[in-house]
């Protein structure tokens, strides 16, 4: 998996976080630390809290943390608001349009969001409210 690049998050992104020292990797909810970690800029004393950070690829699970619905085929669907909002899990096109027009598109982009910080990106620059990802617990 790719590193992730620090201009890419915001606190409160998620992203999959692979400790350097035990090997073990989870999801975590990005917070100053792990920015901090990624760019490389400070000195992290702790050592447990030094590793890797990897992007959450767009999966149905995932899709469905966030509260997404299935559609059709490889479609997935929310309605947040006025707006829905529509993601493809093969080609990783997302589609954003109101509610009340759904021939009338506001944002379209095809091959973009096949991660998860992008979609929670996209989502709060036009909706001023972050997308809520809720794990499952295992």
């Known amino acids: ?3 992730i690049k620090a201009s890419e998050l915001r606190v409160g992104n998620w992203i999959e976080y692979t400790n350097e020292v035990s090997g073990k990797s989870q999801f975590v909810e990005c917070n100053i630390y ?3 970690d990624i760019v490389g800029g400070t000195d992290i004393s702790d050592m447990e809290m030094q590793g890797r950070y990897s992007p959450i690829l767009l ?3 995932i899709l469905l943390a966030c509260g997404f619905k299935h559609w059709d085929n490889d479609w997935w669907f929310m309605k ?3 707006l829905e909002l529509s993601v493809n899990t ?3 096109q ?3 349009q109101p509610n009340k027009e759904p021939s009338s ?3 379209s982009d095809k091959n973009h969001c096949t991660q998860l910080h992008h ?3 996209v989502v709060f620059a036009h909706t001023s409210q972050e997308l809520i990802y809720k794990p499952s617990l295992k």
């Open 1 to 3: 998996m790719e590193q």
């Open 34 to 36: 792990h920015l901090a």
């Open 59 to 61: 999966t149905p699970e």
């Open 80 to 82: 947040l608001g006025w």
């Open 90 to 92: 093969v080609d990783g």
């Open 94 to 96: 997302l589609c954003i």
């Open 105 to 107: 598109q506001l944002f």
């Open 119 to 121: 979609l929670q990106n």
